[in-house]
């Protein structure tokens, strides 16, 4: 089982920055890597990125190159994930949720195996 807990979110001015973070913990180490989604009102949920837990590497959507940017940190034999997300627009107001897939890496939300409850970002103009 992995367990994954998001944080960071809140209210913020656009054209502003957050990084949002997910803990994650459990089996970890045997599962794939981790993707970034969010889901705004009334919308479906958008892929946003992933990174590979063997070497690192991230992927993004198109929507969010170069202002989304994702990375890891395992300290003290914890797994955090982040997503730092710069100029913030209105339009990026969500719930923002990451996910461990066991098999692959991918932009299909089917593949993911477990999800964090989500935290919310909200973006005021």
């Known amino acids: 089982q992995v367990r994954l807990v998001e944080s960071g979110g809140g209210l913020v001015q656009a054209g502003g920055s957050l990084r949002l973070s997910c803990a994650a913990s459990?089996?970890?180490?045997?599962?794939?890597?981790l993707g970034w989604f969010r889901q705004a009102p009334g919308k479906e949920r958008e892929f946003l990125g992933r990174i590979r837990w063997s070497d690192s590497r991230t992927y993004y959507a198109e929507s969010v190159k170069g202002r989304f940017t994702i990375s890891r940190d395992n300290a003290n034999a914890k797994t955090t994930v982040y997503l730092q997300i710069n100029s913030l627009k209105p339009e990026d107001t969500a719930v923002y949720y990451c996910?461990?897939?066991?098999?692959?890496?991918?932009?299909?939300?089917?593949?993911?195996?477990?999800w964090g409850q989500g935290t919310q970002v909200t973006v005021s103009s």
């Open positions: 459990g089996r970890t180490f045997s599962s794939y890597g």
């Open positions: 996910a461990v897939s066991d098999i692959y890496g991918s932009s299909r939300q089917d593949v993911y195996d477990y």
